[in-house]
């Protein structure tokens, strides 16, 4: 059936907005480049600052923002929880955990100065071993609610085991944690890209074919069996995507924490709709704008970008707590 | 004629036994009212019913077919279900509940599916900010656009004013003999029950030898 309320209209608004925040966070930064370096870079420096920092992080913003956003969504429609995000269930946590290990480790295999994929290998085992458990809890548990705090019981868990290793940690290797841990785009350089695309976009891509799936299941487990739903099924894909997807940004970018969490509130309170058909066209385009300016922010004043995307994302979270009706809140 | 039937039905919740060995026999052309009290497993039963909670024993035959066989998609096609809690999770617009599942279902039946449950002015309205008996007029025109053979209600007028639980049962009556569906509802209802059901049962059922009990 055609919905009676179409999607374009703000689905060109949305990617306007996207193309507007994306060309600012070209132009500013700890310096301002002038609006002209966008086809013709004058000079050496000003070349390497357009090609070398503000491209990558310009393009890492959108493709991480983006796929955070989706899924956060995802992961709010599979535990039915307007608080679940990427964060939430542990896997980014499984993630930081495994990179602690690698990083902090007095093992001297690895050089002091910690190689990228060395850290990429760890996110990705780690996030697959917290996924794995999930995913072997998630066939025995009939609510999502209990996989939830299954999550954030892990999520705890991983974060005690990181502090022990930090407390065991020497000094140099566990700023360069630190570092990491406060999640940037800075490491991103231009040919990360593809890789980033592929990771973090790719997976979810599929769930895009499960837009009715997921408005069934909105309905309850009861509902959506009985209308031909495989509710399990859904669960365990969706959970797969969004681990992979994961993994694949705390790799790159280390954990970037309420982007996936805020987007989907803000669509569904713009557009007043969780219709999936809708939310999932529009919410990539608001994790990218959120992800976007958060980081532009955090070059210009030189601040975390983890304290930005919380700064931002809190204030209005409790706004929609505060106003679930106008902002099409649920709570269980 | 359609034949739903439960075989030697066995089910318990640790040491409480809600389903000790139940047999029975539905057809199709039948609204079936099952009463009993709260508490003593008819939820259970309907459950089991439709699938969505396998039995420690026993099977449930849909004419010669072992639903238990078939995939969650086939069974889908034989048997629609309105379960007697609300979701408060997730939520939708009132439109896109309703037709959701159902591809076939053009905008022309879903305008008169809307009107037939006086749902059209709520239409665009969240799930949220329906009453419980907004939401059940919602579930039994879900029900209603899945158009299977056999509807299973697990006590589908509990929040329903006097004019819709009215409603509601000539609906199903309807249901069972003017399109030959199969209609099982538990419902507290007695006085409607004995105005609308073509038989009612008392629950839980005596258990028979592998007999049929009516």
């Known amino acids: 059936m055609r919905s009676t309320k179409s999607v374009i209209l703000p689905l060109i608004g949305v990617i306007l907005l996207t193309l507007l925040c994306f060309v600012a966070a070209l132009l500013f930064g700890s310096s301002t480049l002038p609006l002209s370096s966008l086809w013709n870079t004058p000079d050496a420096v000003t070349h390497d600052i357009f090609w070398l920092s503000r491209t990558p992080h310009a393009l890492a913003a959108l493709l991480v923002g983006g796929s955070l956003a989706v899924s956060g969504n995802l992961m709010q429609v599979i535990f039915r929880n307007p608080l679940a995000g990427p964060s939430v269930l542990g896997i980014s946590g499984g993630a930081s955990l495994a990179v602690a290990v690698v990083v902090l480790s007095t093992f001297s295999f690895l050089p002091k100065q910690f190689s990228h994929s060395a ?81 973090a976009v790719l997976p979810l891509i599929p769930s895009y074919f499960f837009t009715s799936s997921l408005n069934a299941y909105a309905l309850g487990d009861d509902v959506a069996i009985t209308s031909g739903y495989s509710v399990k099924k859904l669960r365990f894909y969706t959970l797969a995507m969004v681990g992979i997807s994961v993994a694949g940004i705390t790799a790159y970018c280390g954990p970037i924490a309420f982007v996936g969490l805020m987007a989907p509130h803000a669509v569904r309170m713009v557009f007043a709709t969780s219709n999936q058909k809708q939310v999932m066209v529009l919410v990539p385009f608001f994790g990218a704008i959120v992800l976007l300016l958060a980081d532009m922010l955090s070059r210009v004043f030189v601040l975390p970008l983890n304290a930005l995307t919380a700064l931002v994302s809190i204030p209005f979270l409790i706004y929609v707590l505060m106003f679930p009706k106008k902002s099409g809140l649920w709570i269980n | 004629m359609d034949q739903l039937i439960a075989q030697n039905l066995q089910f318990a919740y640790g040491s409480q036994v809600l389903l000790n060995n139940v047999n029975f026999t539905f057809e199709s052309g ?8 709260n508490g003593t497993g008819k939820s259970t039963f309907l459950r089991i019913l439709v699938g969505l909670i396998e039995p420690q024993q026993g099977s ?49 039946d879903l305008d008169a599916v809307l009107q037939r449950f006086e749902l059209t002015n709520k239409r665009h309205r969240l799930l949220l900010q329906l009453s419980d008996g907004e939401y059940q007029r919602m579930q039994l025109a879900r029900v209603y656009l899945q158009n299977t053979p056999i509807v299973i209600l697990d006590e589908p007028t509990a929040h329903l004013d006097a004019k819709w639980r009215e409603r509601f049962f000539s609906e199903m009556q ?28 008392s629950w839980p059922l005596v258990p028979h030898d592998g007999i049929e009990t009516h």
């Not at chain 1, 996110?123 to 209990?146: D, E, K, M, P, W």
């Not at chain 1, 085991?161 to 940690?169: I, S």
């Not at chain 2, 039948?30 to 009290?37: R, S, V």
Request: charged share 15%; with cysteine; glycine share 6%.
């Open chain 1, 119 to 199: 850290v990429f290998v760890a996110a990705l085992l780690g996030s697959a071993i917290v996924l794995f458990l999930l995913l072997i809890l998630q066939r025995r548990v009939h609510y999502g609610a209990t996989l939830l705090i299954v999550g954030l019981l892990l999520s705890h868990f991983t974060g005690a085991l990181e502090t022990v290793l930090q407390k065991l940690a020497d000094g140099q290797r566990l700023s360069q944690y630190v570092f990491w841990g406060m999640g940037s785009l800075d490491q991103m350089r231009l040919e990360d890209t593809v890789g980033l695309f592929a990771l």
């Open chain 2, 174 to 201: 309807s249901w069972a003999s003017a399109q030959q569906k199969l209609v099982i509802c538990s419902s507290h209802d007695l006085a409607l029950n004995k105005v609308y059901a073509h038989e009612r049962i």
């Open chain 2, 30 to 37: 039948k609204f079936f009212a099952l009463e009993g009290d």
């Open chain 2, 60 to 108: 449930v035959m849909f004419n010669n077919q072992d639903l238990a066989k078939l995939s969650v998609r086939e069974r889908s096609r034989i048997m629609a279900y309105m379960p007697a809690r609300r979701e408060l999770s997730g939520n939708l617009d009132l439109e896109t509940a309703i037709s959701v599942g159902f591809p076939s279902v053009t905008l022309h």
